[in-house]
């Protein structure tokens, strides 16, 4: 008996394109993966009919397979918001290239993968003697939600929850792929303009997050099975929590949230600026909840939410491609 030790995990992602949860060339590195919990529920549905003379189950059949899973991972390079916002087009040449990702709205057609939300394939590998290697590849997963998140003295941390179409058990050859070796972006790296142009200083945690509300179709066509996800109205949140100063309190609590003034916001996650760096534009946001209560010792603090309306990306880094190489 050989136990499955962490030391021995390994978790990459291949692109998919043309057909839906097919996956196309070599794994690719997703960045350094602190977790990874994918989630089977194979539908068994438990029969009762009359005549089964006991109150247990009468039988079980096969229902509708439901999978779907989350990972998280201190980024190296912006893939997954490619994955979230819909699209992407790639352009440039080494140090940097660079990558415009874009919303996709219905009806939206990608320059390279046509007209399907953007999917791709999760291999998990957990490694022991050979020929017992634990191995699950998850086909045609789909971004449900992203996350972006900063605390002070923390490297960045992403987020993902996925919608996918099925899952499979293999033992053979571990997932495997060329590591980057980059330095992940840390908290020092990222910075919020509130409105773009004036820096939000004082932050000491940050969250941003985009929801896709994905709807995992079942149809009655033979399979048990989703159809491709479908993405319903798309949803922004960021939420922030700071050292409460002069500065930010009439604009705050009077001009945006009592009095409901929309701004833009930029949040900037720079290593090197115009060669590894991320700039995602927040439009038509709107700060609709602010705690500040009122303490008997320490710093007061505030802890805002705010909802932006729309928002596209501008990356710079030594990753050549974000979309597949169709």
């Known amino acids: 008996m050989a136990y499955y030790l962490t030391d021995g995990n390994a978790t990459f992602m291949k692109y998919e394109s043309g057909t839906y949860a097919t996956p196309t060339g070599t794994y690719q590195w997703l960045g350094m993966v602190q977790s990874h919990d994918p989630s089977e529920d194979m539908g068994k549905?438990?029969?009762?009919?009359?005549?089964n003379t006991t109150r247990n189950v009468g039988r079980w059949e096969n229902g509708p397979i439901t999978i779907n899973g989350n990972f998280s991972y201190y980024p190296q390079n912006w893939k997954m918001l490619r994955f979230v916002l819909g699209s992407a087009v790639d352009a440039g040449s080494p140090s940097p290239y660079t990558h415009d990702i874009y919303e996709a709205n219905g009806g939206f057609s990608d320059p390279v993968i046509g007209t399907n939300f953007p999917s791709f394939t999760v291999g998990d590998g957990w490694e022991t003697v050979t020929g017992s290697n634990f191995i699950r590849v998850v086909k045609g997963a789909e971004v449900d939600r992203f996350t972006l998140s900063a605390s002070t003295g923390e490297p960045l941390k992403v987020d993902v929850d996925?919608?996918?179409?099925?899952?499979?058990?293999?033992?053979?050859?571990?997932?495997?792929?060329?590591?980057?070796?980059?330095?992940?972006?840390?908290?020092?790296?990222?910075?919020?303009?509130?409105?773009?142009g004036t820096g939000f200083a004082y932050m000491k945690t940050f969250s941003m997050s985009v929801s896709n509300n994905l709807l995992g179709p079942h149809y009655i066509t033979g399979s048990r099975t989703i159809g491709e996800p479908i993405p319903q109205n798309r949803d922004y949140e960021l939420s922030a929590t700071m050292d409460?100063?002069?500065?930010?309190?009439?604009?705050?609590?009077?001009?945006?949230?009592?009095?409901?003034?929309?701004?833009?916001?930029?949040?900037?996650?720079?290593?090197?600026?115009?060669?590894?760096?991320?700039?995602?534009?927040?439009?038509?946001?709107?700060?609709?909840?602010?705690?500040?209560?009122?303490?008997?010792?320490?710093?007061?603090?505030?802890?805002?939410?705010?909802?932006?309306?729309?928002?596209?990306?501008?990356?710079?880094?030594?990753t050549e491609l974000y979309t597949p190489n169709a």
């Open 45 to 51: 549905m438990p029969l009762r009919y009359v005549g």
């Open 162 to 196: 996925y919608v996918a179409k099925e899952a499979q058990f293999e033992s053979g050859t571990m997932p495997s792929g060329t590591a980057d070796t980059s330095s992940p972006y840390l908290w020092q790296d990222i910075s919020v303009d509130l409105p773009s």
């Open 244 to 318: 409460a100063t002069d500065k930010w309190a009439k604009d705050l609590y009077d001009k945006y949230l009592i009095g409901g003034s929309a701004f833009n916001m930029v949040v900037d996650v720079t290593k090197a600026s115009g060669s590894d760096a991320m700039v995602w534009t927040l439009s038509g946001c709107y700060l609709t909840e602010m705690s500040a209560p009122t303490e008997a010792e320490g710093i007061n603090e505030w802890t805002i939410t705010i909802k932006p309306t729309e928002s596209n990306a501008k990356v710079w880094d030594s």
